[in-house]
């Protein structure tokens, strides 16, 4: 099954860019990954419109860090989670882009060695 997240909906009134960890933990009990996430061959679509012109790694950490601890490679995470963008501003979607690999980045660093064992 595929969830589909529209982003711009955790937009602050008048806000062009997501940010904060609790604000993407917001996102993601809002959207009950928790549950979502239990069943295997699920994965999340991140629909993103012109109005956002980022989303900063904390929130991309919040929203998913949890969905994605137990992948152990960017191309696992990738088969998971997809960026769609409904705009065609290509600047915004390099922006994003780089955001989300840096996020991808970062989760598979925090990894421990017991992590890296399984």
Not at 3 to 11: P, Y
Not at 55 to 75: A, D, M, W
Not at 80 to 99: A, H, M, P, Q, Y
Request: charged share 35%; glycine share 6%; net charge negative.
């Amino acid at each position: 099954m595929i969830k589909k997240i529209d982003l711009e909906k955790f937009l602050t009134p008048g806000g062009d860019y997501l940010s904060g960890r609790p604000e993407g933990e917001g996102a993601r009990k809002n959207e009950n990954l928790d549950e979502f996430d239990l069943k295997e061959d699920n994965s999340i679509e991140l629909l993103i419109s012109d109005k956002i012109i980022g989303v900063n790694i904390s929130f991309f950490l919040g929203l998913l860090s949890i969905s994605l601890k137990p992948f152990q490679t960017r191309e696992e995470i990738l088969k998971k989670v997809k960026l769609v963008f409904t705009g065609s501003d290509l600047e915004i979607r390099e922006l994003v882009n780089e955001d989300f690999e840096y996020m991808i980045k970062k989760i598979l660093d925090k990894r421990d060695i017991n992590d890296i064992l399984k």
